[in-house]
């Protein structure tokens, strides 16, 4: 599932605050964003066609579908494939290409990788 920058703010407040009706939403992000309430109901449709978010009713309640580590996986996922053909490998070598780690960050990365093994 691809979400546009607008749409995770919508998920970062409902990871933030847990549930919460629409109209808290639209509060939240007017004072967070600036949005006016007919932004954060449009961009809270597409959240919710895209079934990365729920609605509830009655109340128009609003649930997160979607776990941030969930997200945050699938885009590093669909950056992976976008800019390193795919390769987890390509990706963490332009990562870490001039990086200086500390010997425990080393230490972990190793440890990281034996898992995937």
């Not at 949005?35 to 959240?47: G, S």
């Not at 079934?51 to 885009?75: K, S």
Request: aromatic letters at 8%.
């Amino acid at each position: 599932m691809k979400l546009f920058d607008s749409e995770l703010k919508i998920l970062e407040a409902l990871w933030q605050h847990g549930e919460l009706t629409a109209g808290q939403l639209a509060r939240i992000l007017a004072q967070d964003t600036g949005w006016n309430r007919n932004t954060t109901y449009t961009v809270l449709k597409k959240c919710i066609d895209k079934g990365a978010v729920c609605r509830i009713d009655p109340g128009y309640r609003c649930q997160a579908l979607v776990t941030r580590e969930e997200v945050r996986q699938e885009e590093t996922h669909q950056l992976i494939r976008r800019f390193f053909d795919g390769s987890a490998e390509q990706f963490f070598t332009a990562f870490l290409d001039g990086e200086r780690l500390s010997p425990q960050e080393v230490e972990r990365l190793k440890e990281l990788v034996n898992r995937l093994q």
